[in-house]
Every structure is written in structure tokens, then in C-alpha cells.
């Protein structure tokens, strides 16, 4: 297969399902924002939104404070944020439309049909009238691109660099919201060492149930645990699992599977790395975890991701520009 190829298809896969992300992480913030909250917190929840797709620089250069109206318009509208709903699935059309030869006609019916009903959705004010009818839609049509891409695509290398990007995207999009949720519950913790037990615990409970439904893990986590929410266990969860669907070990087991099927003659360390991280992954401890400090850990586990993006880049795709 062509790099150029194989690019567009790597990243437009990979676009789908940070929009994807996108929409779950605003849907659930917003959600939460309805709960009774102070200022401080509510601000900080909305910081952290920002913080997760390190784009809290940017906004800030353009916005004096921090509001749930601008984040919004700011993640969801603005053509000049990379990171945004409309940017991402701007880039996923164009990706589809430069390889469409190389997709089913449903793939590319798909992913145009999303852009053109983005735009629509957008300037009839849907965001504004239904925030959650719209993250439901973007949700949606991510669930379907996928479910027509497995359902109509030729299983060969193809499909297998669409699931690289996406699982790649997944695995750094889980990664980082449980890093932030994490560092808000610490923040939230010492500021409030002498709140009422009651209040403290139904607190931690929305904060743990949010985090879990923006990867659709709460039913998952009432059948795997059937008892209440932890953080020690939704870290288990997010991390450890290889039969939640998000999980960074299903992810990062996905993504060795596949590059295993695309192997070529500059990819052995590539493949070693993948492999070395699902390893630690499928054999690791989360009581290990916390011990050495989640955030360490998951910093780290970011900057293999990112190396392991690095790495395909150079063996199989378009060349990273010097």
C-alpha cells in the first residue's frame, strides 16, 4: 500500500474517534456542571476539559476567562482549534475524500453525509438549543462510521490502518482523562479536608460515574465489580482490563495485533515497543501502579503512545517533516 495512502486512512480513523472523544468528555462535563457546585469547582471542571487536549494555552489567548459557553463554542465550533468537533471531522472527510478509491462506497457516504450534517447542525443552532442531542449525534455517527467500515471494508491492510489510528486515539484520549480526573481529585481533596462525609462522598461518587459513563464503562463497571464506585478500581478499570473496550490495554493490544499484520522490514522496533507495552499492560498490577504515582504513570504511558504514533509514522505512512 501507498504511505500517502495509508496516511489519510490512519488519520482520518484516527479524527472520527478524537470528535468522538470530544463529544463524550463535553457531554459529561456538562452533565455535571448541572449538579450543585461552587464557582471554583465548576471552573476547574471546565479547565480540565481544556487540560486533557492540552489546549488551555490556546484558549486562553483568545478568551479572557473560562466559561461553559466559550469552552463549548471553543471545542465544538472553532476551525482554528485542531482539537474541535468541527476541525476533526473536517479533516476525516478530506482524509476519506483523498483515498475514496480505497473505500467501500458506504464508508465514504458515511463520513461525507457527518460532514455535511455538521455543518447543518451547526448553523441551525442544535448546539445551542440541544447540547445533548448534539454529542448524542456526533457520538452516533462515529458508532456508525465504524460499524460500516468493519461491516462493508475488505479486511486487509486497509482496515487494519484504520483500527491502528483509531485505538492509537483511544488509548491517548482514555489515558489523558483519567489523568486529569485524578489531579481533580486530589485539588478537590485538599481543599476540602474538612467537608462533611456525606457531601465528600457523594461528591467523589458523580466525579467516578462521570469518568466511567464518558467511556461507557458504568454498566461495565457494575458487572465487573458489583459494588460502589472506587477510584482505585475505576483506575483498574481504565487501565488493566482487556475486555473493556476502552481500556488502555485493549487498545494498546489492538493496535500490536494489527501492527503485526501490517509488518514490514523497518517496523521490527516498532512492533517490539507495542509489544512490550501491552506485556506490561496484560501483566501489571494497578495496586503497582498507584504506588509509583498514577500521574507518573500515565505520563509515561503518553509518551510511548506518542512514540509508538512517532514510529509508525516513519515506517509505514507519510514522512514527519524535519
Not at 67 to 93: F, G, K, T, W
Not at 219 to 224: A, D, M, Q, S, T
Not at 281 to 302: K, M
Amino acid at each position: 500500500m501507498l504511505s500517502r495512502t495509508a496516511d489519510s486512512l490512519f488519520w482520518m480513523c484516527r479524527y472520527t474517534e478524537r470528535a468522538e472523544n470530544t463529544a463524550r468528555m463535553l457531554d459529561v462535563n456538562l452533565q455535571m456542571s448541572l449538579l450543585p457546585q461552587d464557582t471554583q469547582t465548576r471552573e476547574g471542571s471546565w479547565l480540565g476539559v481544556l487540560r486533557i487536549s492540552e489546549l488551555q494555552g490556546l484558549y486562553q489567548s483568545k478568551y479572557a476567562s473560562i466559561s461553559p459557553h466559550d469552552v463549548l463554542q471553543y471545542m465544538v465550533r472553532d476551525p482554528e482549534n485542531p482539537s474541535s468537533i468541527y476541525s476533526c471531522m473536517r479533516a476525516a472527510r478530506e482524509n476519506a475524500r483523498a483515498v475514496r478509491g480505497s473505500l467501500t462506497t458506504e464508508v465514504w457516504e458515511t463520513y461525507n453525509t457527518t460532514w455535511l450534517e455538521l455543518l447543518k447542525h451547526l448553523h441551525t443552532g442544535l448546539l445551542e438549543r440541544n447540547p445533548g442531542e448534539f454529542f448524542e449525534w456526533v457520538k452516533f455517527r462515529s458508532h456508525l462510521a465504524r460499524g460500516v467500515t468493519i461491516g462493508t471494508m475488505l479486511e486487509d491492510e486497509a482496515l487494519y490502518f484504520l483500527r491502528i489510528g483509531m485505538h492509537l486515539e483511544r488509548a491517548d484520549s482514555t489515558a489523558r482523562m483519567l489523568d486529569v480526573k485524578f489531579h481533580e481529585r486530589g485539588g478537590a481533596q485538599e481543599g476540602r479536608a474538612e467537608a462533611a462525609g456525606t457531601a465528600a462522598l457523594q461528591s467523589e461518587f458523580y466525579r467516578w460515574s462521570a469518568l466511567l459513563s464518558s467511556v461507557s464503562g458504568l454498566e461495565i463497571y457494575r458487572k465487573v465489580y458489583r459494588d460502589v464506585i472506587t477510584p482505585d478500581r475505576v483506575a483498574e478499570l481504565l487501565i488493566l482490563h482487556g475486555d473493556m473496550p476502552r481500556s488502555l490495554l485493549a487498545s494498546v493490544r489492538a493496535v500490536a495485533e494489527d501492527l503485526a499484520r501490517v509488518s514490514n522490514q523497518r517496523s521490527t522496533e516498532t512492533e517490539r515497543r507495542a509489544g512490550m507495552l501491552c506485556a506490561e499492560l496484560q501483566y501489571g498490577r494497578v495496586e503497582d501502579i498507584l504506588d509509583s504515582g498514577l500521574h507518573q504513570y500515565l505520563d509515561h504511558f503518553l509518551a510511548r503512545i506518542n512514540d509508538l504514533g512517532n514510529r509508525i509514522s516513519q515506517d509505514f505512512l507519510v514522512p514527519l517533516s524535519a
